[in-house]
Each structure stands twice: as C-alpha cells, then as structure tokens.
C-alpha cells in the first residue's frame, strides 16, 4: 500500500520526549512503506544539525540519534523549515542524512492530496 | 515457487525474536527481516510488546505481506510476490 504520511515536530530538546515519539512513530510510517517525512520547524529545527542529538535519550526509547539515523536508512526524508532555521543560525553544511532545508511550498506540495500529518 | 501458505511452521521458515520491540521499533525489525527473505517465505517471529497483537496485523496490512496465523506472542507472517 502506497501513500505518505507526515509527522510535524516543533521541538528538540526543550521536550525530548516529543522529539524522541515523533521518530518513533516517522520510523513506523517509513518502515510500514509509507513516503514519510518529518517536518521540523521551531525549535525542532534544531534536530537538523549532525551531532545536536547525540547525547538525547529517553528512558523507554532508543537513542534519538538511532531512531533518527534508522529513519534515514528507511529513505524517510526530513524537511527543514527554511525560516525557523535561519532565524536560529544554524548550519547548511552540517545536515543529518535525509534533511533538506524546505520552504512553504516544498511542504504543502507533499501534504496535498488528503496527505495526513501527525503534530507533536 | 510452492507456496508455503500453512499456519504451522515448516523447515523453510525463518525464525527471530524481536523480543520488546513496539511501536516505531517492531516496524523497524519486521521490515528488516522481511527483507531478507525470497518471496513466499515465512518469518515465525516472536514479538512480546503489548502492541503486537494490533500492530502485526496492520503492519502486514499496510505492506502486504500475510499474516497466515497469530497467537501472541508468536506470528507468522509470509513474504508477499513481487
């Protein structure tokens, strides 16, 4: 069964418990052969940077790194809001496998069609 | 191919145990190892989390692979035709 599904994540590790749910479940979406994509703005933009979520882990949870690195390998793509990220200064050339720095359009491109989305 | 479509496990199957893994992480290992199966092949897979029972069977819904028998914690799932 084809289809995409959408997980927007607002957070990073001001709520690591959001940040870590939210790759979890973009990890089940992927893993059940979903075109999935984890939408980070806000604070969550922060999860874009290789090495920001090294040291995050939940208890319960695996490793955020982990479950954001099993995402990638899953072909799960992770869209950066362009705003949030410059707003936060943050750096092109040091993005976790699968990111790519998006605007409006890329975003609402993928969630037409009655795409769903899932928010934390 | 023949299909090995029965409920109880023949020598061709592959087993695993993917012990507590839920949610995000059972997916994860289910795709995993169906991965490396031929089409038609069954993986007898193990899964305690308390989710299984409802996620198995949409797991397998949603990629198409069949579920031919379960008995939490024990399922048989068959690796669909390409």
């Not at chain 1, 059940?32 to 208890?59: N, P």
């Not at chain 2, 092949?41 to 579920?67: F, K, M, S, Y």
């Amino acid at each position: 069964m084809a289809g995409r599904f959408c997980v927007s994540l607002t957070c990073a590790k001001d709520d690591a418990d959001r940040a870590t749910v939210a790759f979890v479940v973009a990890n089940a979406a992927a893993a059940s052969d979903k075109e999935t994509v984890v939408f980070l703005s806000i604070e969550g933009v922060r999860l874009s940077q290789k090495g920001y979520a090294d040291d995050v882990r939940e208890a319960g949870f695996a490793p955020l790194k982990d479950l954001m690195d099993s995402f990638a390998k899953a072909g799960g793509k992770i869209y950066v809001c362009s705003p949030c990220f410059k707003k936060r200064g943050l750096d092109e050339g040091n993005l976790v496998p699968g990111a790519a720095i998006v605007g409006g359009a890329k975003l609402v491109e993928f969630l037409g069609e009655g795409t769903p989305s899932l928010s934390y | 191919m023949k299909m090995n479509a029965s409920a109880e496990p023949s020598e061709c199957d592959v087993s695993c145990d993917v012990g507590d893994a839920g949610c995000g992480d059972l997916a994860v290992e289910l795709k995993a190892r169906m991965s490396s199966l031929r089409p038609g092949q069954v993986l007898n897979v193990t899964a305690r989390d308390p989710g299984a029972p409802e996620d198995i069977p949409a797991w397998c819904r949603l990629t198409g692979h069949g579920l031919l028998a379960a008995r939490h914690p024990e399922y048989r799932i068959q690796k669909k035709e390409n």
